[in-house]
Nanobody
Framework: QVQLVESGGGLVQAGGSLRLSCTAS?????MGWFRQAPGLEREFVAA????????YYADSVKGRFTISRDNAKNTVYLQMNSLKPEDPAVYYC?????????????????????WGQGTQVTVSS
């Protein structure tokens, strides 16, 4: 059974940094991060392909967040810098079959088969 285990959430001051980690068991995957604030839809944050490690970002986090991966560890990271008051949410790791094609849409929730349990990120002003 596929499992995604996230870690790294917590409380940080505005302008600070956090790094989230997500380790996948079993097969390797192209992976993404989404977030969901109370009362809002779950939204795309970033994604990275298994092959080529092409990355994708939501406009709201470009230049501040960096997604990366360690294929040997089946782990994806989300380095979050310059955190803002609008960034707090539960952050979810998601996984898609590794050999996704050119038609893969990383920003869609439906593009992912597996989800982690979520980790809370809180930003204090």
């Amino acid at each position: 059974q596929v499992q995604l285990v996230e870690s790294g959430g917590g409380l940080v001051q505005a302008g600070g940094s956090l790094r989230l980690s997500c380790t996948a068991s079993g097969r390797t995957f192209s992976m993404g991060w989404f977030r969901q604030a109370p009362g809002l839809e779950r939204e795309f944050v970033a994604a990275i392909r298994w092959i080529g490690s092409t990355t994708y970002y939501a406009d709201s986090v470009k230049g501040r967040f960096t997604i990366s991966r360690d294929n040997a560890k089946n782990t994806v990271y989300l380095q979050m810098n310059s955190l803002k008051p609008e960034d707090p949410a539960v952050y979810y790791c998601a996984a898609s079959p590794a050999l996704v094609g050119s038609s893969w849409l990383p920003g869609l929730r439906a593009s992912y088969d597996y989800w982690g349990q979520g980790t809370q990120v809180t930003v204090s002003s």
